[in-house]
């Protein structure tokens, strides 16, 4: 059965569609079968796996809203290798529809479970905030991977998270966890980012990955080119820091309960 890890922060920009695409392509190379799920109305993960958001036959909202299977709406990244539930602007009417309806909070994971089997890894791109799309991720997930930049505001802002997931792992999903910290665009040059990178360790230890992802323009450009950094420019030192980060999670994984 696979390990689900959502990729959340409640802050944009944070590079949690960066993490999730470049994650998914690295596991992907060390030979782990995947499937990335946007859970985002921006669709900047479906493009970013070089699937056209504005062409997709079903979506996402399809499934939320049962209206498509994961088998009918997932497509195959064509470069990235693994698979793909794509997410466009539709999705953001999916928040107000599943307030309606019962087990609004179970609907994604309800819609995992059939082709559950088919995967090693299932990584849930999340929008940037506390919604209940997030939620419906946070539902179905083993556990959250959270990428941070190491910012003056960076900790404070974890405390609402933290505090979600834990009432997540009470109330919804007693599996939940944290599965760690990924310090991303990281510029060691920077005395703030060293400082803040030091407080997290000390504060959460071994919850901190030991990848460091570096702030590298490759990953930056790769989505214009429908690409995950990791295939775009594979000797860049992003997509070889999210190349250590996917082997990480794959020994990481053999440690979880
Ligand atoms: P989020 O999904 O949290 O909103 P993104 O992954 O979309 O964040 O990243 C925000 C912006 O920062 C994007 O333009 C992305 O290309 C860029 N970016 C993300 N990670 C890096 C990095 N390590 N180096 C340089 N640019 C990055
Ligand atoms: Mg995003």
């Known amino acids: 059965m696979p390990r689900i890890f959502c990729i959340a922060n409640q802050k944009g920009g944070v590079g949690k569609t960066t993490?999730?695409?470049?994650?998914?392509?690295?596991?992907?190379?060390?030979?782990?079968?995947?499937?990335?799920?946007?859970?985002?109305?921006?669709?900047?993960?479906?493009?970013?796996?070089?699937?056209?958001?504005?062409?997709?036959?079903?979506?996402?909202?399809?499934?939320?809203?049962?209206?498509?299977?994961?088998?009918?709406?997932?497509?195959?990244?064509?470069?990235?290798?693994?698979?793909?539930l794509g997410a466009n602007r539709e999705l953001a009417g999916a928040e107000v529809e599943l307030v309606g309806l019962d087990r609004r909070n179970e609907r994604l994971a309800a819609a995992l479970s059939p082709v559950a089997a088919e995967y090693d890894f299932i990584l849930i791109d999340c929008p940037p905030s506390l919604s209940l799309l997030t939620l419906n991720g946070l539902c179905c997930a083993h556990g959250v991977i959270v990428p941070m930049q190491c910012e003056?505001?960076?900790?404070?802002?974890?405390?609402?998270l933290v505090n979600t997931i834990k009432q997540v792992h009470a109330n919804l999903n007693p599996r939940l966890q944290i599965i760690g910290l990924l310090r991303v665009m990281f510029d060691p040059r920077i005395t703030l980012q060293q400082q803040?990178?030091?407080?997290?360790?000390?504060?959460?230890?071994?919850?901190?990955?030991?990848?460091?992802?570096?702030?590298?323009?490759?990953?930056?450009?790769?989505?214009?080119?429908?690409?995950?950094?990791?295939?775009?420019?594979?000797?860049?030192?992003?997509?070889?820091?999210?190349?250590?980060?996917?082997r990480e999670m794959v020994d990481r994984v053999k440690t979880l309960r």
């Open 19 to 84: 993490t999730t695409v470049n994650l998914a392509a690295g596991l992907a190379q060390v030979g782990q079968r995947v499937l990335v799920v946007d859970l985002d109305p921006q669709g900047n993960a479906t493009m970013g796996c070089g699937v056209d958001k504005r062409k997709l036959e079903a979506s996402i909202y399809d499934v939320l809203l049962e209206s498509a299977t994961v088998a009918e709406a997932r497509v195959r990244s064509p470069a990235g290798g693994f698979d793909v």
């Open 152 to 160: 003056y505001f960076a900790l404070e802002g974890l405390t609402d």
């Open 196 to 246: 803040v990178s030091d407080q997290l360790k000390s504060h959460f230890g071994d919850k901190v990955f030991n990848a460091v992802i570096p702030r590298n323009v490759r990953l930056a450009e790769a989505p214009s080119y429908g690409q995950p950094g990791v295939v775009f420019d594979p000797s860049s030192r992003g997509a070889q820091a999210y190349i250590a980060f996917a």
